[in-house]
């Protein structure tokens, strides 16, 4: 056996092609592009959980990213389960609604999972929003894992941000950015009867390594008069 | 007689205009052999019809014109056309124009047809010679000075000097005529040498192509007849790219049975001749919706378009490419329902709902001229159908919300407000709606109509 010593063995470490499993990690995520987002940073390429109960603020901010995305002209599609997606609230967002695909499934968990495969074989898609809240978890149970897996093996190397928005994990360790939305509390404005709801206050985490640390959020509400 | 350019045009002899047949109103005859000759014992493509000409050409002509060149003009009387490089094909212009008269005499056609280098001579040659003529480079034939376009006075003095055609006109040296009748004179001394100015500019307006196709034996599964129908819409698009266009929309007819016949249309909003786009968009059409009974022909038409342009900044964002956002669409609508894909658009009213799905219109992919940065604005998500709901309410205060999935205590609410402005129905603000806050700190939006109430969606 060749000895060597202290200062060839870290030489050679340098030169090694094998590298440590966490260097690739770090290596292979720096090759990706980010998306930017006010203070949240989501990875392009891959599949993004946004998960929660109820006013949670989930579409909200899913509907702040999409406003971005279809500002600067990129085209992105809304797979709608439940068919619960309102086109005012994406446009009080800044969401460029003629450059959304809406695609309304009635409830059918199978059609939603076709169409989401269909549209990221199509690739060139900014974003792909599928939206799964509202659905009983009995049938969410029986989506496979594997589709999962599916779907991030094919966004890879693309520029679509698939965000999977649920009221509980689904997409597991098929995500690469997880965030949890949390609610902190609502605020209104004015007295007695003549209440408006002012901003939705949020917390928000994350249970997968992230590029930028995740914050407290506020969101604010509009109404069509104002 | 070998030239890099080379111009034919036909003539019709207008003494036998009237006794002619009009084929115009005819079927169409198969441009059979020719540039694009089919070669199909049945499948044959024809321009159906071709131009409105200019200039009082015809149809007959015009079809004799395209079976030789694209590059077609209708001109007063007449065709010209361009031959050059038919040399390889035909052969010398001689036997070219031998041709062209041949299919003149298929047709039973009377006209003049003559073929030079010069596309003026041509035009020249044919108005003013009977028959069949080919103008040599510098070999110059007699002509009427009347075919010169020479004004009344000056042909008057010509004939006192004893000059009765172009031979004798070209005896006279050029800077003497040009000097004594003037710089205008210079063009009837280039129609002398061949040196006319025309250029041929094709103002035919050919609008679409088709294909035609009679089986021998009724079939009953389209499928069946996809590789047939292959075959035609690559020749159409074969003649549609030659006459150098591309297109937005192929009619397809099927004739049935019983007697009827299954008319589909596939329009796009761009232009495509991606042959295999085609195939699978009119199999994705026809599949959804097959004809009832046995189909007996087929008839595909191609609309001419223009060739798309691309032109795309260096930095702009990426979208998907037209023809596969088109089937991906419809591949989706196969499976959700065609009114289900689409894209969302606003309604200026005041709704519950005023929003729709626009199922026929396609993601532009449009950028913003001033982006806005803006912070998220409170979402809205509907419950379709809305969740019945029992409200209790104490001192005309809302007290507690129950439906069949949540229920909870309100803490904070805000309303009413009232919807639906259709004074033209019945419906005329009947609808009131809150915000509210339950205990868990859910919000949602709650609406009661006729005493009955709703939760109708959740701030998300």
Redesign the interface.
């Known amino acids: 056996m060749i000895a060597f010593s202290q200062g060839e063995r870290a030489f050679m470490a340098h030169l090694s092609v094998v590298k440590k499993l966490s260097y690739l990690h770090e290596e292979q995520k720096h090759t990706r592009s980010y998306l930017e987002v006010?203070d949240l940073t989501l990875l392009r390429g891959g599949v993004t959980e946004f998960t929660g109960?109820?006013?949670?603020?989930?579409?909200?901010?899913t509907?702040?990213i999409l406003?971005?995305?279809?500002?600067?002209?990129?085209?992105?599609a809304v797979i709608d389960l439940?068919?619960?997606?309102?086109?005012?609230?994406?446009?009080?967002?800044?969401v460029?609604?003629?450059?959304?695909?809406?695609?309304?499934?009635?409830?059918?968990v199978e059609?939603s999972l076709?169409?989401a495969d269909?549209?990221m074989?199509?690739?060139?898609?900014?974003m792909v929003w599928l939206?799964v809240?509202?659905i009983p978890h009995k049938e969410l149970d029986m989506i496979p894992a594997s589709y999962w897996y599916r779907f991030r093996t094919k966004l890879k190397g693309s520029?679509t941000l698939l965000v999977v928005t649920a009221n509980r994990s689904l997409v597991s360790s098929a995500a690469d950015q997880s965030f949890f939305f949390d609610?902190y509390?609502?605020v209104?404005k004015?007295t007695g009867?003549f209440?408006?709801?002012d901003?939705?206050q949020v917390n928000l985490n994350t249970r997968k390594p992230f590029v930028v640390k995740p914050n407290f959020?506020?969101?604010?509400?509009?109404y069509a008069d104002e | 007689m070998r030239m890099n350019k080379l111009y034919a045009c036909i003539n019709r002899v207008r003494s036998a205009e009237c006794g002619m047949r009009s084929a115009s109103e005819s079927e169409p005859p198969a441009v059979a052999g020719g540039l694009t000759s089919s070669g199909d014992k049945d499948g044959s493509i024809a321009q159906l019809q071709p131009p409105a000409t200019a200039g009082g050409s015809d149809r007959s002509l015009v079809q004799i014109a395209n079976q030789f060149s694209h590059r077609v003009e209708a001109i007063d009387g007449g065709v010209l056309f361009d031959v050059s490089g038919m040399h390889n094909r035909i052969g010398s212009p001689s036997q070219i124009a031998g041709k062209i008269s041949e299919e003149l005499r298929k047709l039973d056609i009377e006209a003049n047809v003559a073929v030079a280098s010069n596309a003026q001579t041509a035009i020249l040659y044919a108005r003013s010679k009977a028959g069949v003529t080919v103008v040599e480079d510098k070999v110059h034939k007699r002509l009427p000075l009347e075919t010169l376009g020479i004004d009344q006075d000056t042909l008057g003095v010509f004939h006192t000097l004893g000059l009765e055609n172009s031979a004798d006109l070209k005896n006279v040296p050029e800077a003497e005529l040009i000097a004594r009748y003037g710089p205008e004179f210079r063009k009837v001394v280039d129609l002398i040498n061949q040196n006319g100015v025309h250029v041929l500019t094709p103002n035919l307006k050919e609008n679409h192509v088709s294909w035609n196709y009679d089986l021998d034996f009724p079939v009953d599964d389209f499928e069946r007849l996809i590789f047939i129908l292959g075959h035609g819409l690559g020749k159409i698009l074969e003649e549609t790219g030659y006459f150098g266009f591309s297109s937005e929309q192929i009619d397809i007819a099927l004739k049935l049975d019983d007697k009827t016949t299954a008319e589909y249309s596939i329009k796009l909003s761009f232009p495509t001749m991606d042959k295999a786009f085609w195939m699978k968009l009119i199999n994705l059409r026809i599949g959804n919706n097959s004809p009832p009974c046995e189909i007996v022909s087929i008839r595909l038409v191609c609309h001419f378009a223009r060739q798309r342009a691309i032109a795309r900044g260096l930095f702009s964002a990426t979208r998907p490419e037209p023809e596969s956002l088109l089937l991906t669409v419809d591949k989706i609508k196969n499976i959700v329902g065609a009114a289900n894909v689409g894209v969302p658009v606003l309604v200026d009213q005041r709704l519950p709902e005023a929003f729709a799905l626009d199922a026929d219109k396609l993601p532009a992919g449009r950028e913003q001229k001033e982006p806005s940065e803006s912070r998220p604005v409170l979402a809205l998500t509907y419950f379709h159908p809305p969740l019945p709901a029992d409200v209790s309410i104490f001192k005309g205060r809302l007290m507690y919300l129950k439906t069949q999935y949540f229920a909870g205590k309100v803490t904070e609410y805000g309303g009413t407000w009232k919807e639906s402005s259709q004074w033209w129905t019945r419906r005329l603000w009947e609808r009131m709606e809150w915000d509210v806050e339950l205990e868990d700190r859910r919000l949602y939006r709650l609406a009661m109509n006729n005493s009955e109430w709703y939760v109708t969606g959740i701030y998300d």
């Open positions: 006010g109960a109820h006013s949670a603020g989930k579409t909200s901010l509907l702040n406003s971005r995305l279809t500002q600067d002209g990129e085209v992105c439940n068919d619960g997606f309102d086109p005012c609230s994406a446009a009080a967002n800044g460029v609604l003629e450059n959304l695909l809406w695609i309304k499934c009635g409830g059918k059609s076709t169409a269909y549209v074989q199509a690739k060139g898609f900014g939206n809240g509202n520029q609610t509390k609502a209104w004015g009867r209440k408006l709801l901003e939705l959020k506020s969101i604010g509400a509009r």
